[in-house]
């Protein structure tokens, strides 16, 4: 008796040590689905279920079709070359303003927010930056240059972060209020004034102004502009792709849009030039053969068949606010499609809606009306979709709804603990103008087309 009322006490132990593993293994389950981020806990409809190739579009459209007369797209396409090469011709700056910079410094003396490290910024780290700015005797030069590597603009010169928060998402990482946009290669740009270090510059170029490293540019004079402004240009319709030199040393990464000075046209290949700097830092032309797979002669003609392989050059590129990390933001996206066809788009999303083609204003409408505004007057690649904070490229429709493109960081959700977050989307994909309404935990206030405030066209139809 004694030894089976040990057994039986063994066997109670065991089960109540079985018991208690299991209880323990379900309450760190429920606790890592309390603290997981929703993000992980279920997937976006729209990006699972619709095809992300462009490609898919041609089923429904003719792929030759040319949306765009030739006499609409050679005037778009002069009025693109004209605004780029826009500030070799302004004497003086034009948008860097001494009252803007000076606002730039007040606005982040009232808020120093974060750095990189998450710890608070101190007024030290302000006052720094101020006395290398040497403001005070703005502008100290002016002289057209020209960019020899990719760049970002910065608001301050530093390549050092600020974020209003420590923490990730929307006030914080990754959303550097110190970056304004990336700017491509061999882009010209007007220079205005040299920190008193010497190290940074602050730049115009066509779209934007701020602070880049002072390596990134070259200095050009009259014969390298007469020689640059060739009136013919390539393309690039393949995006980052390396770019060697005659003795095959690496030059530059290509970017979608970008465009460089043509020189010679063959079947397979064209002859173009590229800008680099000297010793002393002054721009040189070099000529390169470049695959016309990797670029084109400008303008590309506006079909279906060169949209959608454009956008497909485009698609599920990492989202890289002010175009952080060599990706791409929302505006930047839309505005580097358009460019290969000679389209100018504004850098800011407001802008690219306001600011060009036809506007048709949304903002009064219910849901329902938006969308049957957009199917039966947008027109597929050519139309821009606007609510305060993003753009859209609307790409067609598909069984009744609304078809988009665009570079999108995350839908507004609410998370277990009833605190607002975001569902990360984080790349660029085609959607619905519905995204996420499936999700649990969606703020239905936030759908983007309860949002939408405006369509724009960009050219007719032809």
Not at 214 to 223: G, L, N, Q, S, T
Not at 291 to 312: G, H, Q, V, W
């Amino acid at each position: 008796m004694k030894k089976d009322y040990t057994i039986r006490q063994n066997k109670l132990k065991g089960s109540g040590m079985k018991v208690k593993y299991v209880c323990v293994v379900l309450a760190l389950f429920l606790v890592s689905c309390y603290l997981q981020p929703p993000d992980t806990l279920q997937d976006v409809k729209d990006v699972t279920d619709l095809p992300q190739d462009h490609t898919a579009r041609l089923a429904d459209v003719p792929a030759d079709k040319v949306l765009l007369t030739r006499d609409s797209q050679t005037a778009m396409n002069e009025h693109y070359d004209k605004t780029f090469f826009s500030v070799w011709h302004h004497p003086e700056p034009v948008h860097a303003l001494p009252e803007r910079l000076s606002a730039i410094f007040t606005q982040f003396a009232a808020h120093p927010g974060y750095g990189e490290n998450k710890r608070k910024h101190s007024a030290a780290w302000l006052k720094k930056l101020q006395q290398n700015a040497w403001l005070e005797n703005y502008p100290n030069t002016l002289q057209p240059a020209i960019t020899v590597r990719s760049t970002n603009l910065r608001m301050l010169p530093t390549n050092g972060p600020h974020f209003y928060k420590p923490g990730g998402d929307i006030n914080g990482w990754p959303f550097d209020n110190l970056q304004i946009s990336s700017v491509a290669a061999n882009t010209p740009i007007l220079i205005c004034h040299i920190s008193r270090d010497r190290s940074w510059a602050l730049v115009e170029t066509s779209f934007a102004f701020g602070w880049i490293p002072a390596e990134d540019f070259a200095r050009v004079d009259d014969p390298f502009m007469q020689t640059w402004q060739t009136s013919r240009y390539a393309t690039v319709t393949r995006d980052k792709i390396p770019i060697v030199d005659a003795n095959g040393n690496f030059s530059l990464r290509t970017s979608i849009g970008q465009m460089f000075p043509l020189i010679t046209e063959m079947a397979d290949k064209l002859e173009i030039l590229i800008a680099s700097a000297d010793a002393n830092h002054q721009a040189i032309i070099q000529r390169v053969f470049i695959s016309r797979e990797i670029m084109n002669i400008k303008p590309l003609p506006f079909t279906y068949a060169n949209a959608t392989r454009i956008a497909n050059e485009l698609i599920d590129e990492p989202y890289g606010w002010g175009g952080l990390y060599g990706n791409r933001d929302c505006s930047a996206m839309t505005r580097d499609f358009f460019a290969p066809f000679g389209i100018w788009l504004p850098r800011h999303s407001a802008d690219q809606a306001k600011k060009i083609g036809i506007y048709i204003d949304l903002e009064a409408m219910e849901p329902q009306e938006k969308e049957k505004v957009i199917l039966e007057q947008g027109i597929p690649y050519l139309s821009l979709l606007w609510r305060r904070g993003h753009i859209m490229l609307y790409i067609g429709e598909r069984n009744g709804r609304a078809l988009i493109f665009h570079n999108v960081w995350g839908l507004r959700i609410t998370d277990a603990r009833g605190e607002e977050g975001r569902k990360i989307i984080g790349k660029a994909v085609i959607t619905t103008l519905h995204p996420g309404k499936e999700l649990t935990n969606i703020d239905p206030d936030a759908l983007l087309i309860k949002n939408l405030s405006a369509m724009t066209i960009l050219a007719p139809a032809k």
